[in-house]
């Protein structure tokens, strides 16, 4: 047995890391190794006063054994988020994993970016990175949205800093797994001294699970993702269903994910369709599969996605899918055959696709399967996992024999 960190984002229930953790332990698990992990408690500081953050500094050590870690069943170790910038909040943990985990054996970075895996780079190990997107287009598809704290990061030391760790973190890993084609091309072009060790490993999706029905399909648009992010374009949306209901009165949009923002509400007050969207919250995955067997649609609006985990959901389940070319879904939806490709903020391209598939049983009914036999062939469990666990066994061939 071998001792294997983690190095990731807080371990919460829901969103694309935390269920690639889930992956990572998963393989892990499978072949008797311990794990720990290393995160930055960003979910645990107070969001009230400023005297209830002092205390909170105050109070917490650095760095402390976490607990409650939800389903995952960590061990971790959590370092507060202190009010500092951000390039030395992601040096920070660096200090703490050098001695917590120098002993451990395999190193392993989940994020959505790859700042995390900074710790990584200072254990003189080998070590993986499993990233969605690059954080250079992650702050600008906030900052296209109007995030003040985005463009501020865009410019001056803080954008410096934070290029310089990304590209030190690549250039120290081992292998670089990007979760879509898009990323990875990214990655190539950007740091072409990584082309040789980058490859793609689109997030596994349980095919089993997340399956077609043959029930009737629901008269409503289905949304599953943090609406709050500013890079959903919650606008674009919204007028996506004003403009499907000028023709099907009835439909609804339903959102899943976390309760919305006061200001994603005021948009949808300000776009009129009020009345026809349905927050359903954080909900079991049960329900969420349920919904994506029911929905006549799903739609993405983002203006940018490093791939999107709940647009391989829809298409497992055989959910017609439109989305914009926010990049991570130009490399599995394949235009006309397994979806349909809108630009980014062209709310009229989107409601003619949804229109299209509303209306010719016969073209929806392909789409159906069309996306439901992409997604066993490039995404189900067997085909993915294989992609991670080839990947630890050529980094660590001596932890993973069968």
Not at 57 to 65: E, Q, R, S, V
Not at 224 to 231: G, L
Not at 297 to 318: C, D, K, R, T, W
Not at 370 to 385: G, M, Y
């Amino acid at each position: 047995m071998a001792k294997a960190c983690i190095y990731s984002i807080e371990p919460v229930e829901h969103g694309g890391v935390p269920a690639k953790v889930r992956i990572a332990k998963n393989i892990l698990d499978r072949y008797g190794h311990e794990i720990d992990i290393l995160f930055t408690a960003t979910e645990q500081v107070p969001t009230g006063s400023r005297w209830g953050k002092l205390l909170y500094f105050l109070k917490t050590p650095l760095p402390y054994k976490a607990k409650n870690l939800t389903s995952t069943n960590f061990k971790g170790t959590a370092v507060p988020h202190y009010p500092l910038p951000i390039w030395i909040t992601n040096m920070l943990p660096a200090f703490i994993a050098r001695r917590a985990f120098a002993n451990h054996d395999i190193h392993f970075v989940i994020s959505g970016s790859n700042h995390v895996g900074w710790p990584a780079t200072k254990q003189s190990k080998p070590f993986l990175v499993w990233i969605g997107t690059l954080y250079q287009e992650e702050l600008a598809g906030r900052a296209a949205r109007g995030n003040e704290w985005a463009k501020r990061m865009q410019s001056g030391r803080n954008r410096e800093q934070l290029d310089q760790q990304e590209a030190h973190i690549f250039e120290k890993a081992a292998l670089i797994l990007s979760n879509g084609g898009h990323t990875a091309q990214q990655i190539q072009k950007l740091y072409p001294f990584a082309s040789d060790k980058t490859r793609v490993a689109i997030y596994p999706v349980d095919t089993d699970y997340f399956h077609p029905s043959d029930e009737p399909r629901q008269p409503f648009l289905l949304f599953t993702a943090r609406i709050n992010d500013e890079r959903k374009d919650a606008l674009t949306l919204f007028n996506v269903l004003g403009l499907v209901r000028q023709t099907h009165p009835n439909m609804r949009l339903k959102l899943t994910g976390n309760k919305p923002a006061d200001y994603i509400s005021k948009i949808l007050q300000d776009s009129g369709q009020a009345d026809y969207v349905d927050f359903l919250g954080p909900i079991p995955d049960a329900d969420l599969a349920q919904l994506y067997r029911d929905a006549s649609a799903f739609v993405l609006s983002s203006n940018q996605e490093g791939l999107g985990i709940v647009m391989l959901e829809a298409m497992a389940s055989g959910l017609p899918t439109v989305s914009t070319k926010c990049g991570g879904p130009e490399s599995v939806i394949i235009d006309g055959e397994t979806g349909f490709l809108v630009d980014v903020g062209d709310a009229d391209a989107m409601a003619t696709r949804i229109l299209q598939i509303l209306d010719d049983e016969s073209l929806a009914a392909q789409l159906s399967e069309n996306s439901r036999a992409f997604a066993i062939e490039h995404f189900s469990l067997q085909s993915a996992e294989k992609n991670i666990l080839n990947a630890l066994r050529d980094v660590y061939p001596e932890h993973f024999r069968d």
